[in-house]
């Protein structure tokens, strides 16, 4: 949760750019611009880290993954051909990567001491529910699978359309919609005994 929040509000400091700016970006890094890198590094890296996060529950491979992806685009910007949104061509590399990376990687020891460790998030007591209620939905989101739990991140957290997603995840929108289906029937289950 702590890393979720912190995410958070690192994400709000960072300011999203624009299609217009984005594009101009790309531009320059075709030309092998490292400026123009750097500050579309600096806009997605928030973003991609609180995906990553939530797909992998593997802090140790966020940085990772986010780099590996993140050096896709700054080798072969070329692939970005304008068809979709940018975000959505960065995030359909970020979502490879990560499962590439999950298939890879042994499977992660359980932090039994997880629960019991206080927020270091600040914030008056009127947040607390808010925080308590995100910590629940996303300890039952980690119960998901990671293709499931990518649906559910990219919808509520990147507010991505099923079509943006299907194009990410590589697969039909009727798939992304089945998979939002038993993700949303799950949550609902295992919040039903939420206080």
């Not at 590094?41 to 990772?64: A, D, G, I, W």
């Not at 300890?139 to 957290?157: I, K, Q």
């Amino acid at each position: 949760m702590g890393r979720q929040a912190a995410a958070g509000s690192r994400e709000r400091n960072v300011p999203r750019l624009d299609a217009a700016d984005e594009a101009e970006l790309m531009t320059q890094v075709r030309a092998h611009d490292l400026r123009a890198f750097e500050r579309l590094y600096r806009s997605y890296h928030p973003r991609l880290s609180r995906f990553l996060m939530n797909l992998t529950h593997r802090p140790q491979l966020v940085e990772e993954v986010l780099n590996d992806t993140m050096l896709v685009v700054w080798r072969k910007p070329e692939g970005f051909n304008g068809a979709s949104k940018l975000s959505t061509w960065i995030f359909a590399i970020a979502y490879r990567k990560a499962l590439k990376a999950l298939r890879r990687d042994d499977p992660p020891l359980e932090d039994k001491a997880s629960d019991h460790r206080p927020s270091p998030e600040p914030g008056p007591d009127h947040h607390l529910d808010e925080l308590q209620t995100r910590q629940a939905l996303l300890e039952a989101m980690g119960e998901l699978s990671p293709t499931h739990r990518a649906v559910v991140d990219l919808t509520y957290f990147h507010e991505t359309g099923y079509r943006e997603i299907a194009e990410i995840m590589d697969c039909p929108v009727d798939t992304v919609k089945s998979r939002m289906y038993y993700a949303r029937r799950h949550l609902k289950r295992a919040m039903a005994n939420w206080p």
